[in-house]
């Protein structure tokens, strides 16, 4: 009950996308310095080294600004004010410059300790504001606290003495460019990180792709087709409904191999591969089963659904033809169609689908056979218990 009460809580006041809780999280960081520092304002004003009406206007706005920033990224409408930056960083940052000029103002003999306040806005700038932001805000920095001193002693050189504003703004020119320089170094290496992650990621994917594809077509390769039809087979067994399998052959490859050419032939393979998927459903599965075979994975399709689907297959590739020579040749397929039989093993569905097949080239290329339901084939050969299809009803 306290897990669930804290995580909903925390989901009320940091949200839910673990992006915007990152920076939710860090404005809420900011709320507490500040809230801190009001703390530390009210013991200056408690000991007389501050300004009581002075340190709660400084505690007041600084504290509207700090929530604000936290309300706008809370609401999500960081990310449509500052896509580059829906962190606000270098809002933030500057609001944060503004609000420390403003405290050294008021804080009087102790204004040298405000300036810590500079230091830890660079500082959390640097991871996450890109070097030239980071180089900026320390320039605004300097400029303006050295304005900001120059003014003090001009209007009360009793509490602005040269000597003390000269040291504070040596300290800070020496101070501020110098973590602007660390913040471009780390900007660096997190650049290279990201880089080398990005890198990784990629020869990661890469090497998914060849473990899973074959390099020619893009199809999923043989290994993979199996992976996927066993889970499919797995589902069928488990829900009941139907898985249908069709081996693919393209007729008379070794013929364009020959007389047009290796490169003809594999342009044939991957148009072939082109087609063949721009036909079949979003639920089908296809791959190259090997040299010029291929194999389409029907989920929940009995055997004249897959049929169906086939004759589409078919209808299609009477409009495909490529150059060989100085003429132009169609290119067909044959195919061999097995149903799922329960409790079937799969080598043995891909078994009497490459008997189906076999029977399609004995009949002439260019069509589909479906090889019969298991239990009508046990006492006779696979490749003899295949029948041709010859249409599908739309």
């Known amino acids: 009950m306290g897990q669930a009460l804290s995580t909903q809580l925390a989901t009320l006041v940091l949200g839910r996308e673990a992006r915007q809780r990152l920076r939710a999280s860090q404005a809420l960081l900011v709320v507490l310095v500040d809230v801190l520092l009001s703390f530390i304002c009210a013991f200056g004003v408690w000991t007389g080294l501050i300004d009581a009406h002075l340190a709660l206007a400084w505690s007041s706005l600084t504290l509207l600004g700090v929530l604000t920033f936290y309300a706008v990224i809370r609401s999500g ?23 420390t000029v403003t405290a050294y103002l008021i804080c009087g003999p102790v204004r040298g300790a405000s300036l810590l306040a500079m230091a830890i806005t660079l500082v959390s700038g640097m991871f996450a504001l890109k070097p030239g932001q980071v180089r900026r805000l320390s320039v605004l920095a300097v400029l303006l606290l ?25 300290m800070v020119a020496v101070v501020l460019p110098a973590i602007a ?9 997190r650049h290279k990180l990201r880089q080398h992650r990005h890198d990784l990621e990629q020869a990661l994917e890469h090497n998914r792709q060849l473990a899973s594809r074959d390099e020619l077509t893009g199809l999923y390769n043989r290994r993979h087709v199996m992976a996927l039809m ?48 721009a036909t079949v459903r979003d639920t089908d599965v296809l791959g190259r089963w090997g040299g010029e075979e291929f194999m389409v994975v029907l989920p929940e399709t009995d055997a004249a659904g897959a049929a169906c689907v086939l004759d589409r297959v078919h209808e299609r590739m ?3 033809s490529f150059a060989c020579g100085s003429e132009a040749r169609g290119v067909s397929f044959s195919a061999g169609i097995a149903a799922a039989a329960p409790g ?15 029977r399609a080239k004995e009949a002439g290329r260019q069509r589909s056979v479906v090889a019969e339901a298991l239990e009508a084939t046990e006492t006779t050969a696979l490749a003899q218990a295949a029948r041709p299809v010859t249409s599908c009803a739309p």
């Open 77 to 99: 409408w960081n990310e449509r004010l500052s896509p580059t930056d829906p962190a606000l960083t270098m809002v933030q940052g500057v609001f944060s410059v503004f609000s």
């Open 146 to 170: 050295g304005a900001t001193m120059v003014g003090g002693h001009l209007r009360w050189p009793d509490r602005f003495p040269i000597a003390e504003e000269a040291l504070h703004f040596m």
């Open 181 to 189: 320089v660390l913040a471009g170094q780390l900007s660096t290496m």
């Open 230 to 277: 066993h889970k499919e087979v797995q589902r069928a067994e488990r829900s009941g409904r139907p898985m249908s399998i069709a081996l693919l052959d393209i007729d008379h490859f070794k013929r364009i191999n020959d007389s047009c050419g290796h490169a003809q032939g594999d342009e044939v393979l991957k148009a072939f591969a082109l087609e063949v998927g």
């Open 318 to 320: 009477r409009n495909l």
């Open 344 to 358: 079937e093993a799969l080598h043995l569905t891909i078994e009497r689908a490459d008997a189906a097949l076999y």
